[in-house]
């Protein structure tokens, strides 16, 4: 019995209203012991770590705010790169820069983007680091170039497009208020109130895979479950996805890494 | 000849502005996706009803959402005999949300996933609420051939009597097995379920 009531509130999602429910309790509980901490530290250490063939670390890297500036960058993301004539997210130039600065292959830079328990990837530790960057600062992705604007309207487009074997599209999860899958709160992430304390609190570390989990994992795992293919990392169908989700959260103050159940 | 290459440009360039389209989503699609496990690039493909449904916001206009529904049920392909298989089996495939993902093995047993969305047995009380509750359901509506028929062919193709359902079209995209959808039927609608006590 025990198990269950635990499973049950390890899979429910905190409604904004619950503050002093057990529910909240249990998030706290959770978001104080929770070892984000470990993987900035992490990430910092490899963001200043020399590697692939030029031997040099990705303290040079422009995230958007000047080379090495990490001070609000993740919360202006993704935007719009003129050095590579189109939008980045976090990842996405994180990987050109990998490319660029340390001469790494996108086949070596790829090979282990999402981790496990036991290891994590370099992606989630840096997504960590640099994200964590951004807190207190409000979301602002880039909005006024063409490029911009094309991504966020390919990124809504995409939401709600329905494909695969199952004909879901992003929406048919999360698109009408007050649904759960199975004891999981289902956001409706088109809707900026529902929508923006959870984009404000991405990347985060699960608790219940015990791992910390970037954003183009959150876009992969779920076209896995809506029976798609897969999204290639990087692409500009995943960086027009965070577009649209950052352009919805639009305004929030970031506060990741967060701590999801 | 230049008037119409005038209208070509001007087309091209309020094309350029506007929202994508579901065919250039599509293209979006064969362009960023790769093909993985059992989870082939033909499922980019959208099939007449699912690019409709997208473009009139799962709202398509009365006359066409009964065509539609009409040959999504031409696609149900019924057993003989009795559509009521044995619901002792069919709580695991209720439970199951595997299948049809690219990390699936192809050919291990699928689950409908139908806990994900509804309530069935009273035990269960990890439900979601995407779908209505079927708690009850047999009790409800009795089991004769006539309920029968729906159930199996709602799990088998939802579309064909909702065409824009959030529900996967179980048997027709090939998830489920003739079998699986009996079971179910029957823990649907056997008296002796657990849906129904």
């Known amino acids: ?261 | 000849m230049k008037k119409t290459l005038l209208s070509i440009a001007l087309l091209g360039a309020a094309a350029a502005w506007a929202d994508p389209g579901s065919q250039e989503v599509t293209q979006v699609l064969k362009r960023d996706f790769h093909a993985r496990g059992q989870a082939t690039m033909e499922r980019v493909v959208q099939d007449g009803l699912q690019r409709i449904c997208t473009e009139t916001h799962n709202n398509p206009p009365a006359a066409l959402a009964k065509t539609l529904e009409a040959d999504q049920m031409k696609t149900i392909a019924y057993p003989q005999g009795s559509l009521m298989g044995d619901w002792r089996r069919a709580e695991k495939v209720a439970q199951s949300g595997r299948g049809s993902m690219w990390n699936d093995k192809p050919g291990a047993d699928a689950g409908g996933g139908c806990y994900n969305c509804h309530q069935l047995s009273p035990k269960e009380q990890s439900y979601g609420t995407v779908g209505p509750s079927l708690l009850g359901f047999g009790k409800k509506r009795g089991n004769g051939p006539e309920v029968q028929r729906y159930v199996y062919g709602k799990i088998y193709n939802a579309k064909a009597y909702s065409a824009c359902s959030q529900m996967p079209r179980l048997g027709y995209a090939g998830t489920l097995s003739e079998e699986q959808i009996k079971d179910l039927t029957a823990l649907l609608l056997d008296p002796a379920s657990p849906v129904n006590q």
């Open chain 1, 1 to 261: 019995m025990r198990a269950v009531l635990c499973s049950a509130f390890l899979a429910a999602a905190l409604p904004a209203f619950a503050q002093d429910s057990p529910f909240a309790k249990y998030q706290r509980m959770v978001a104080e012991g929770s070892p984000v901490e470990l993987f900035e530290v992490g990430g910092e250490e490899l963001w200043k770590k020399p590697q692939g063939p030029k031997q040099v670390s990705l303290e040079k890297c422009d995230l958007g705010k000047g080379p090495g500036v990490l001070k609000g960058a993740y919360a202006a993301l993704p935007r719009y790169f003129k050095d590579v004539d189109r939008v980045m997210d976090l990842e996405t130039r994180l990987l050109h820069c990998m490319s660029t600065l340390q001469g790494r292959s996108r086949e070596e830079a790829t090979k282990r983007l999402f981790g496990n328990d036991s290891n994590p990837s370099e992606m989630e530790y840096l997504s960590a680091y640099i994200a964590a960057r951004s807190r207190g600062v409000k979301m602002a992705p880039g909005a006024t170039h063409p490029k911009e604007k094309e991504a966020y309207a390919l990124g809504k487009a995409l939401f709600f497009h329905r494909a695969g074997a199952w004909d879901f599209s992003c929406a048919s999860c999360h698109g009408e208020p007050g649904k759960r899958i199975r004891m999981s709160d289902l956001p409706v992430l088109s809707d900026p109130k529902a929508a923006r304390p959870l984009i404000a609190t991405w990347p985060a570390y699960r608790v219940s895979n015990s791992q910390f989990k970037t954003m183009q994992w959150r876009i992969n795992d779920c076209y896995r479950q809506m029976r798609m293919p897969e999204p290639t990392f990087a692409s500009d169908a995943t960086v027009a996805m965070n577009m649209y989700l950052a352009t919805v959260a639009k305004g929030e103050t970031y506060r990741g890494p967060g701590t999801k159940r």
